[in-house]
């Protein structure tokens, strides 16, 4: 069954936005925007007071890469926390009375069914490469900024395999297409990886600064200060280039480049004592915490609207 203090199967979180939506039928929304390689449905939730006219919006994706279960467990509990303290929290009901918030819980659908069923260190999609053996490519290597440049590899067999063009995975074209069509509504872009306990912003294709550095570093930087004050977890923040590694392809600085301002890359708990193995009683504080960074940045685009 689900519970947003366990790592959910890809069929417990399917269940579980059928039913989260309809009990909640006046704040959320259920959409698919295309089905993964294996057939998938990839679903979306969109989080907001119901309104007349087209509203401003926070796009977060969870799940990108497959094994980084942390990830998809914080999407689960944004969209209980959205539902449980709109009408108690003001700053949640006053942003969701302003935007729309796009919950994608899981991005690689297929990967991460792949790590509940035969290899939980799996990272990349579960594509078939022509004239290979080895399967997959990596999403966050796989988006038209800079793409295959710095960072990544040409070889299917590589772990940051870029893929055969940008956007050959139907995962990455499905979110592009749906971020490329909502373009004027969309003001931030959130991203949930693990793990390192980062907040990173463009650009990782190039140590150059993005246009807008200072605003994003000093957001950054009050979102991590939000953070911290939970439970003392500290974080880093800074451009992905400099911060973690250049790498180019990844979402983050594609939806930048694309005119969405607020684009953040954000490496949940811990900092490799347990890596990806992030045992499940560490799911509700990392969870907690990350909310008050995620709501910091939020508040920050609502009133810069
Ligand atoms: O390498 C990545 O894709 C991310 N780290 S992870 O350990 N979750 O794989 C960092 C992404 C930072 N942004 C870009 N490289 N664009
Ligand atoms: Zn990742
Ligand atoms: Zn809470």
């Given amino acids: 069954a689900h519970s947003y ?28 925007i295309g089905n993964t390689y294996e057939g998938r449905s990839m679903v979306l939730l ?9 509203k401003p919006a926070i796009f977060i994706d969870c799940g990108i890469h497959a094994r980084e279960w942390i990830s998809p467990a914080f999407c689960q509990w944004f969209v209980n926390e959205a539902v ?18 796009y919950v994608l819980p ?17 990272r990349k999609t579960r594509s078939r490469n022509s004239g290979s053996s080895c399967m997959g490519t990596d999403p966050n290597r796989n988006f038209d ?15 940051t395999f870029c893929g055969s063009t940008p956007e050959s995975e139907i995962e990455s074209k499905n979110v592009a297409n749906f971020i490329r069509n909502n373009k004027s509504t969309i003001k ?13 912003f463009p650009y990782s294709y190039t140590y150059g600064l993005a ?5 994003l570093l000093k957001v950054a930087e009050g979102a991590s200060a939000a953070l911290t004050s939970l439970y003392g977890t500290r974080y880093t923040s800074g451009p992905g280039a400099a911060t973690i ?24 708990r811990d900092t490799g004592y347990y890596g990806f193995l992030l045992p499940e009683s560490q799911i509700k504080p990392t969870c907690e915490e990350t909310m008050l960074a995620v709501k910091y940045i939020a508040a920050h685009v609502q009133k810069n609207l």
């Fill in 145 to 159: 900024a800079g793409w295959c440049t710095i960072g990544a590899s040409s070889n299917p067999c590589s772990e």
């Fill in 84 to 101: 449980t303290t709109y009408g108690s929290d003001s700053a949640m009901t006053s942003l969701l009375n302003d935007m729309d918030v």
């Fill in 188 to 200: 931030a872009y959130l991203t949930i990886h693990s793990y390192s306990q980062l907040l990173l």
């Fill in 211 to 215: 246009a807008d550095h200072s605003e």
């Fill in 5 to 32: 203090t366990k790592y959910n199967t890809w069929s417990e979180i399917e269940a579980w936005a059928d039913t989260i939506s309809s009990s909640n039928p006046s704040l959320l929304s259920k959409q698919i």
């Fill in 46 to 54: 969109k989080v907001g007071k119901s309104s007349a006219s087209p």
């Fill in 245 to 268: 590694y250049p790498a180019a392809g990844g979402s983050d600085d594609w939806a930048y480049d694309l005119g969405v301002k607020y684009s953040y890359t954000f490496e949940l």
């Fill in 106 to 122: 899981v991005f690689n659908i297929d990967g991460y069914v792949f790590t509940h069923t035969n290899d939980r260190m799996w």
